[in-house]
T-cell receptor, first 116, second 115 residues
Framework: EAEVAQSPRYKITEKSQAVAFWCDPI?????LYWYRQILGQGPELLVQ????????DSQLPKDRFSAERLKGVDSTLKIQPAELGDSAMYLC??????????????FGPGTRLTVT | DQQVKQNSPSLSVQEGRISILNCDYT??????FLWYKKYPAEGPTFLIS?????DKNEDGRFTVFLNKSAKHLSLHIVPSQPGDSAVYFC??????????????FGKGTKLSVKP
């Protein structure tokens, strides 16, 4: 069964350092999402791509976060510099575009980030 | 302001009995609702969904009910099994223009099924 791949699974970094996460969506899924989940909360959208274009990055803290999906396939999310409040689970999801089944997003295993 | 609310942080049921997880929403523009299941240290797994034009969708042991007038949906698991123990997230989405909307999640309900 096709899955969303993410790496690394765990990352510990010091405050003010740079950190990057990678995501490879399910083959053929044109829409890719990055979510952040803080403990005890539901996931919250950071950025949404349709192919290589950003559809929604209204909740992305652009002073320190950046995301790209250059060839419309895999994607990278970067934080520079990392802050203590960035400690969270970073989840990538993908979906087929369109009505109905396009709403079903499939998530990767996530990257657990700890900023010290 | 939370648009999707799961007011019960936790629920404990006996194996074999019914589990009912509830979810309320405030945005009447939502047109699709989903339930996800999440184990610790893993990403959410899609469970079941329902379109706003329906009031019920069933898949094996899982049934989702939607009451649009009350802006309420529920997930029924019958019979409950110990392997169902996980955090369950309710999520909602809407289409606007030609774009597919992102998912708005509730805070989750931790289900514990006791043998």
């Amino acid at each position: 069964e096709a899955e969303v791949a993410q790496s690394p699974r765990y990352k510990i970094t010091e405050k003010s350092q740079a950190v990057a996460f990678w995501c490879d969506p399910i083959s053929g899924h044109a829409t890719l999402y990055w979510y952040r989940q803080i403990l005890g909360q539901g996931p919250e959208l950071l950025v949404q791509f349709q192919d290589e274009s950003v559809v929604d990055d209204s909740q992305l803290p652009k002073d320190r976060f950046s995301a790209e999906r250059l060839k419309g396939v895999d994607s990278t999310l970067k934080i520079q510099p990392a802050e203590l409040g960035d400690s969270a689970m970073y989840l990538c999801a993908s979906s087929l575009p369109g009505t109905g089944r396009g709403y079903e997003q499939y998530f990767g295993p996530g990257t657990r980030l700890t900023v010290t | 302001d939370q648009q999707v609310k799961q007011n019960s942080p936790s629920l404990s049921v006996q194996e074999g009995r019914i589990s009912i997880l509830n979810c309320d929403y405030t945005n009447s523009m939502f047109d699709y609702f989903l339930w996800y299941k999440k184990y610790p240290a893993e990403g959410p797994t899609f469970l079941i969904s329902i379109s706003s034009i329906k009031d019920k969708n069933e898949d094996g042991r899982f049934t989702v009910f939607l009451n649009k007038s009350a802006k309420h949906l529920s997930l029924h698991i019958v019979p409950s099994q110990p392997g169902d123990s996980a955090v369950y997230f309710c999520a909602a989405s809407r289409h606007y223009g030609g774009s597919q909307g992102n998912l708005i999640f509730g805070k989750g309900t931790k289900l514990s099924v006791k043998p």
